[in-house]
């Protein structure tokens, strides 16, 4: 299978080479999506992004998303679910109500203004430092410091302050097979997608011990070897 990888706020594709040297290994090809260069002209939004990758992308792939890009894949999914085979959303936020999504929007404005203004290292260490993190130390950044304007955009029109809950909409809209991952010390994720999954006929909920929301290079092999058991009971259907 070819697996198209969306990576997280403050991501790269490279993000995911790991991911595609295994999964080469087990016969299925990643292909890592560079999510800043849809933000390179100006901003987009979630829903008008999830009609992009749409376009951009052949049908009939597995669709994989982390954090952000997890948020993103499911726009895209909503926009056209049955041009996917499968999907796989880690550690992705479902929606916020109104009145946390007004305080988020004070949040990310801060960050935006970062990102565009501090020195690089600076923010950072900023971001780095947020307790959902884990405090884990992120590969090195250095060369996203070109791509300083996007990732500012990105705190606009990919906040969560832009996203409504979709829980109803994922639970209606989307028929095909959904693999929710999310590490066991991330609570308040995992409570999210274990009442989501445990609604949902065609969706699987995968937690991993010992990870929190850097589940795939946390626990990079108990990722993989869950995702690999996961695409195999898809190769039987």
């Known amino acids: ?32 999506v560079d999510l800043w260069s849809y933000l390179a002209d100006g901003e987009v939004g979630m829903e008008e992004f999830g009609r992009k990758l749409n376009q951009d992308e052949r ?20 926009d056209e679910p049955e041009k996917w085979k499968a999907a796989v959303i880690v550690s992705a ?46 590969p090195d950044r250095a060369s996203l410091e070109k791509r300083r304007a996007e990732i500012s955009r990105s705190f606009n029109c990919w906040s969560l302050a832009e ?3 979709l829980i109803d909409k994922i639970a209606v809209a989307i028929e095909i097979p959904l693999l929710f991952v999310v590490g066991k010390n ?25 990870a929190g929301h850097r589940v ?7 990722f993989i070897d869950g995702m690999l058991s996961w695409l195999r009971g898809l190769e039987t259907e």
Do not use: C
Request: proline content about 2%; overall charge negative; cysteine-free.
């Open 216 to 222: 795939p290079w946390e626990a990079e092999d108990d």
């Open 93 to 138: 936020h479902a929606g916020l109500t109104p009145e946390h999504r007004v305080q988020r929007r004070v949040v990310d404005d801060e960050w935006a203004s970062k990102a565009e203004h501090l020195p690089w290292t600076k923010f950072l260490g900023l971001w780095n430092k947020q307790g959902v993190l884990g405090n884990e130390v992120m």
């Open 59 to 78: 049908d009939g792939q597995v669709l994989l998303g982390y954090s952000m890009g997890g948020r993103l894949a499911l726009h895209a999914l909503l």
């Open 1 to 32: 299978m070819r697996i198209v990888a969306l990576h997280g706020q403050l991501g790269m594709a490279s993000d995911w080479d790991g991911l595609a040297v295994k999964m080469a290994g087990a016969d299925h090809e990643v292909s890592a």
């Open 163 to 165: 996203q409504e809950i």
């Open 186 to 210: 991330d609570k308040k994720f995992l409570s999210l997608w274990d009442m989501l999954g445990s609604g949902m006929d065609n969706a699987t909920v995968l937690s991993v011990s010992d």
